[in-house]
């Protein structure tokens, strides 16, 4: 029997990397279940190479591990690239060197034997890097109160772009800064960012402003996720914290789409490279492809575990929305791993005893009442007699 081709590849909370066949509405774990923990969970994702062979996996405990699509299994060899504090938050390859980023804003491009040859600080509470397409040198950098930047490798000892904040709202306040995701646009030098203030912004380094020369307001939550749509120019779609994903039309700065179907907030979304197509995933442990034009969802698989990031392949694309709204539940053991969190919760609740009140009691405590009140009236009558009254004398 032949093996699945995958068309879309998950990382999960657990630290399981989930294959999907779309055509087939199946899925897989390509690691081993033993091995599933919450240390080793998957932060982020890339292709290792352009052919989209090999799969790169940047997890928690700052190890990376390469799975091979060909082969379909996870290679021996595993990186550990330590530095600065706190989770990944982007992995990128350049020119077959890792290239990472880590919350407390440390920027680093290693070579073969894992030694840190170019380190750059790029600010801290570091929420995302981006790579540009064209250019593999160049990359934009922002985060919490840490303006959208951008470096290049080969110069990086200071940003050759660094964004200005837009002016002051109408209160005369600071308006401030939460750049959660960053993308370059195609055939320009601009740039898109996401924010956690539900902006999406674009950037120009080639104008004479470093503000952005567009500002557009999304729903009134954090966007948590964003891609560029790759099968026509100025249109970007996002998703927030609250479950909704909207397509923007950077052009006339409008939300032309909106998309329904989620039940908790969006952690990634990547659009497929040649089709009209976007796979979603987040909090509700569903994986979602909706087609972009019509808003149909056209494919939904639950994966047990709570999802953090994905990669699109633009391998076997078609056939890819023929079974629609198709749920598949595989049996496997991950009960116990995924919903760890879940039951904690619920153990550490504390009992609340209830009594039921029956009708008989009810009654009981009517007629005492009515008892403590003609008492209490009684009480007042005679009181009342006893005050002396007292005759006027005849003269």
Not at 43 to 53: G, L
Not at 71 to 89: A, P, V
Not at 122 to 144: R, V, W, Y
Not at 218 to 245: C, F, I, W
Request: hydrophobic share 35%; net charge neutral.
């Amino acid at each position: 029997m032949a093996a699945p081709m995958y068309n879309v590849f998950v990382g999960a909370e657990t630290g399981l990397l989930k294959g999907i066949t779309l055509k087939k509405s199946q899925w897989n774990n390509l690691n081993s279940l033993a091995s599933a923990d919450k240390e080793k969970e998957i932060c982020a994702i890339c292709w290792d190479n352009t052919d989209e062979s090999k799969v790169c996996l940047g997890l928690k405990n700052r190890q990376v591990l390469v799975y091979d699509v060909e082969n379909q299994s996870l290679e021996d060899e595993i990186h550990t690239l330590d530095g600065g504090s706190g989770k990944f938050r982007a992995i990128a390859k350049v020119e077959g060197n890792y290239l990472t980023a880590v919350e407390s804003g440390l920027v680093k491009l290693w070579d073969d034997d894992d030694k840190k040859t170019i380190e750059i600080e790029a600010g801290k509470d570091l929420f995302c890097m981006e790579q540009k397409p064209q250019t593999p040198n160049i990359i934009a950098t922002g985060g919490k109160e840490n303006e959208l930047k951008l470096w290049d490798l080969q110069k990086h000892s200071e940003p050759i772009f660094k964004a200005k904040n837009v002016k002051n709202d109408w209160l005369n306040l600071r308006v401030p800064v939460w750049v959660m995701g960053v993308q370059f646009l195609p055939g320009s030098d601009k740039i898109v960012t996401s924010t956690g203030h539900h902006q999406v912004r674009v950037y120009d380094p080639q104008s004479s402003q470093r503000r952005p020369v567009l500002d557009i307001e999304v729903d009134e939550y954090p966007l948590t996720a964003m891609s560029l749509r790759h099968d026509r120019d100025n249109q970007v779609l996002v998703g927030n914290t609250q479950g909704k994903m909207a397509l923007v039309d950077l052009r006339n700065g409008k939300v032309v789409q909106v998309y329904k179907g989620f039940a908790g907030g969006i952690r990634d979304i990547k659009c497929h490279p040649t089709k009209p197509l976007v796979a979603s995933c987040g909090l509700d442990r569903h994986l979602r492809i909706h087609d972009i034009d019509s808003r149909e969802m056209v494919n939904k698989l639950y994966l047990k575990s709570r999802l953090n990031c994905l990669l699109f392949s633009s391998r076997d694309g078609e056939n890819v929305m023929e079974n629609k709204n198709q749920v598949h539940d595989e049996v496997d053991v991950e009960s116990g791993i995924e919903s760890e969190e879940d039951e904690d919760v619920w153990e550490n609740l504390e009992l609340v005893k209830t009594r039921t009140v029956k009708k008989n009691e009810k009654e009981i405590v009517v007629k005492e009442d009515k008892v403590d009140r003609k008492k209490k009236k009684r009480k007042k009558l005679d009181k009342q007699k006893e005050v002396p009254t007292t005759k006027k004398k005849r003269k």
